[in-house]
């Protein structure tokens, strides 16, 4: 445990006691990627718990992690977001070349422009906002690049599909004019047979 001591562009310096400081950077406060400074998390003064990850006795340098006192978001992560899976997430950033979609807190997929609609898309930012809830399929997982490419063209192409399936394995009702006539056509065979 420490006090945060300064802030940087590149981390915050922790003051862990006797004349002690350990740097926290920016790439170990969080697993959330989207920390751009460090200063949206934290400020002079807070009080933090850190994990110590490296000892240089000769440069008198300590590297602490925060992020390190919580598993790792993408542990398993292609066991619970398997190739073909449908997914729901929130955007969480739009760029030229496509949208970032939080799964889970700390792991989001990109939607490559090329997936974000059958029709070309010259400009994600005219279809999508941050904050927009978009579903999607997984196309593929790399756990070791920290990647999860996603498709909304091939989710919607999906649904179509499911929707016409459903609607043609879908018995038919006859039309009621069908049924009444039915019903005269065999009340005049009968009569026809005598019955």
């Known amino acids: 445990e420490g006090v945060v001591k300064n802030v940087t562009d590149f ?3 922790v003051d862990i006691g006797e004349e002690i400081d350990g740097l926290v950077h920016i790439s170990d406060l969080t697993w959330n990627q989207r920390v751009k400074h460090p200063g949206e998390i934290l400020k002079r003064g807070d009080r933090v718990r850190a994990k110590v990850i490296k000892v240089d006795p000769h440069a008198q340098k300590f590297s602490l992690g925060i992020k390190h ?3 790792d978001p993408w542990e398993g992560v292609e066991n619970r977001f398997r190739k073909g899976n449908a997914v729901t997430g929130t955007i969480t950033r739009v760029a030229d070349f496509g949208v970032f979609v939080e799964l ?3 792991v989001e997929g990109l939607v490559h422009i090329s997936e974000l609609a059958r029709e070309k898309v010259d400009s994600p930012h005219v279809l999508f906002k941050a904050g927009d809830s978009v579903s999607a399929l997984v196309l593929s997982v790399d756990r070791t690049g920290k990647k999860i490419s996603l498709s909304i063209r091939a989710y919607e192409e999906g649904m179509e599909r499911k929707d016409l399936e459903s609607y043609m394995s879908r018995p038919a009702d006859p039309p009621e ?3 009444v006539l ?8 009968m009569k026809v047979n005598g019955e």
């Open 11 to 13: 981390g915050v310096f």
């Open 69 to 71: 006192l919580e598993a």
């Open 104 to 106: 889970e807190e700390g």
């Open 177 to 179: 004019n069908m049924t």
């Open 182 to 189: 039915g019903e005269a056509l065999t009340r005049a065979k």
